[in-house]
């Protein structure tokens, strides 16, 4: 295999899917944990913290920034913001990898601080639109430079922030994150208005470390102030337990029990959507964990019927569109979704990397500028490019697994996978998944 494509996957039939699997850390709250921590009095300890790339790279950047992050154990560490005061401007350019959370989440911190930082990534990263952070954080009063709106982002020395009441053109909890870490330091309220409903993990994360915040009927609004450390316990993953979600719900006959998920109303979209479309999903352990709704989810595979999916449906769902497809690839009918260009600028274009790959195993796909169309039917093997997108290759390393007997499929390029998912291998052959790596 040449090296442009990377190291890729192997996929067959499997013989049965189920068990039960509890995936990594979620990784929102991995990252919210860490920065927020950093810059609470006092800090805390993060139990739970997903130990990938993504969250690693963020870690590695606020040590650069003069925090002190101690090693307990595994998913378990210790977090201080330097002693006798905030965080440091660094000596050399931050690189958040691939992870677009930790870079736009940064860069609200570091404007809020008003530390002069250079922040860039990798190639993937460095072609994803910052405009949306950019314009609304120096409209704050930033002084933010990027060439033609992409990384690496120069935050310069400003005269300090004043609130803002911004009314965000495209729904982004990424976007909200970042304007009220800067708003945690600013002059006056900052108010930010969604267009619709985004994840609410920043707003409950800093209201449990005593942020003057209320939040509800599409709107936040944050009044400046410290935060106070406590302890966090970080939830399993629900965009990484949605891909055996999936998996299961598409498989007659099928039972997978995901162990110790969040459920958070912001997150669980896709659950909605596969009982839409006639999948057995149930809720067993409800409880709260540091403010989070987290349960154990139960699915069983059973026919499903294709559905359409609104533009409102894709806000709480927009990380989960990709492996919602291997449910529509076994539906009944036309599953359609709208609304969703911010597909577009994902880790890759992933609307144009789905149809790719599902026109290859034999389905019908139409694309929109913000959607797509795709018939369920018969599948079979190929070789599809992930384009460097971890969602994509583990979405079609779950279609894989629902291959007709003596059928294969290859996947290139999964080297990211590690960004968000590790063991992802482990985990697909503890279900039943027959998958190599090669």
């Known amino acids: 295999m040449g090296s442009a494509q990377g190291r890729g996957w192997q996929l067959g039939a499997a013989a049965e899917i189920g068990g039960v699997l509890q995936v990594p850390g979620d990784k929102s709250i991995s990252h919210r944990a860490l920065l927020f921590l950093a810059i609470a009095e006092g800090g805390g300890e993060i139990r739970g913290l997903l130990e990938a790339r993504d969250c690693l790279n963020t870690l590695a950047a606020l040590r650069a920034l003069g925090a002190r992050i101690d090693s307990l154990g595994p998913g378990s560490y210790r977090v201080v913001g330097p002693a006798g005061g905030g965080l440091r401007a660094p000596d050399k350019p931050l690189d958040l990898g691939n992870s677009g959370t930790g870079l736009r989440l940064l860069t609200g911190l570091l404007a809020g601080l008003n530390l002069p930082a250079s922040l860039t990534g990798d190639a993937s990263l460095c072609r994803r639109p910052m405009g949306r952070i950019v314009d609304p954080l120096n409209a704050m009063g930033a002084a933010i430079r990027a060439e033609d709106g992409r990384p690496p982002l120069h935050l310069a020395s400003h005269e300090g922030l004043q609130g803002i009441d911004y009314a965000m053109p495209v729904a982004s909890a990424q976007v909200k994150s970042a304007i009220l870490l800067a708003g945690l330091h600013a002059r006056g309220e900052t108010r930010v208005r969604e267009p619709a409903p985004t994840r609410d993990h920043s707003e409950r994360m800093l209201a449990g470390l005593g942020a003057d915040i209320e939040w509800g009927q599409g709107e936040v609004r944050l009044r400046p102030g410290g935060l106070r450390g406590q302890d966090i316990d970080v939830p399993a993953d629900f965009s990484s337990a949605a891909f055996f979600v999936a998996l299961a719900a598409a498989r007659p006959g099928a039972e997978i029990c995901l162990r110790q998920v969040g459920i958070n109303p912001t997150r669980d979209g896709l659950l909605r959507l596969l009982k839409r479309m006639g999948a057995a999903v149930g809720l067993e352990n409800q409880r709260l964990v540091g403010g989070e709704p987290v349960a154990d989810i139960r699915v069983t595979g059973q026919p499903l019927e294709a559905i359409t999916v609104s ?89 894989g697994a629902l291959l007709p007997a003596g059928e294969q499929l290859r996947i290139d390029d999964v080297d990211n996978v590690a960004t968000s998912f590790p063991d992802f291998i482990a985990r697909c052959k503890a279900v039943g998944v027959n998958i190599q790596e090669s």
């Open 311 to 399: 533009a409102e449906e894709v806000a709480l769902a927009v990380d989960e569109i990709p492996a919602l497809m291997i449910a529509a690839a076994r539906a009944r009918g036309t599953t359609h979704v709208e609304g969703a260009a911010e597909l577009r600028v994902k880790e890759s274009d992933r609307i144009a990397a789905m149809a790719e790959g599902l026109q290859a195993m034999g389905l019908s796909v139409e694309t929109r500028p913000d959607g797509l169309s795709v018939t369920g039917g018969p599948i079979r093997g190929g070789r599809i490019a992930s384009r460097g997108d971890h969602r994509i290759a583990m979405s079609f390393a779950m279609l």
